[in-house]
C-alpha cells in the first residue's frame, strides 16, 4: 500500500490549503483516515480523523478551521484547512487504517507528509 499527499505548501496567516492523500495498492477495505501533525520540535500529533462511515473529530486547536473528508471511491482523504495560523505550520502525515483481506488485522500506513508553511 501506497499513499501520496500532496497540496503543501507557503500560506499567509488567514488563508486556505486543502491537502489531499491518495491510497493505492492491494486494498480490500480502509477504516480510519486521518492526518497528523509535526512541527519542529514537537510530537506528531493528530489533527483530524474521519471513519469508514464518515464521522470525524478534530483536535481542539483545529476545531472550526480545518474540515475532514473522504472519497470511498478513489481511497482518498482531504483535508480543507482555513483562517490558517502561523502556528498551523508543521510537517503534515496522512495515516490510513487499512485492511488488505477480509480476515486479516487493519494496518496502519503513513504518507510522506507534506509541509505547510503560514506567515504572519
Known amino acids: 500500500v501506497q499513499l501520496q499527499a500532496c497540496g503543501g505548501g507557503l500560506v499567509q496567516a488567514g488563508g486556505s490549503l486543502r491537502l489531499s492523500c491518495a491510497a493505492s495498492?492491494?486494498?480490500?477495505?480502509?477504516?480510519?483516515m486521518s492526518w497528523y501533525r509535526q512541527a519542529p520540535g514537537n510530537q506528531r500529533e493528530l489533527a483530524a480523523t474521519?471513519?469508514?462511515?464518515?464521522?470525524?473529530e478534530y483536535a481542539e486547536p483545529v476545531k472550526g478551521r480545518f474540515t475532514i473528508s473522504r472519497d470511498n471511491l478513489k481511497n482518498t482523504v482531504y483535508v480543507q484547512m482555513s483562517s490558517l495560523k502561523p502556528e498551523d505550520t508543521a510537517v503534515y502525515y496522512c495515516?490510513?487504517?487499512?485492511?488488505?483481506?477480509?480476515?486479516?488485522?487493519?494496518?496502519?500506513?503513513w504518507g510522506q507528509g507534506t509541509q505547510v508553511t503560514v506567515s504572519s
Open positions: 474521519i471513519t469508514s462511515s464518515g464521522s470525524t
Open positions: 495498492g492491494s486494498i480490500f477495505s480502509i477504516d480510519h
Open positions: 495515516n490510513v487504517r487499512v485492511r488488505l483481506s477480509s480476515y486479516g488485522p487493519p494496518r496502519d500506513y
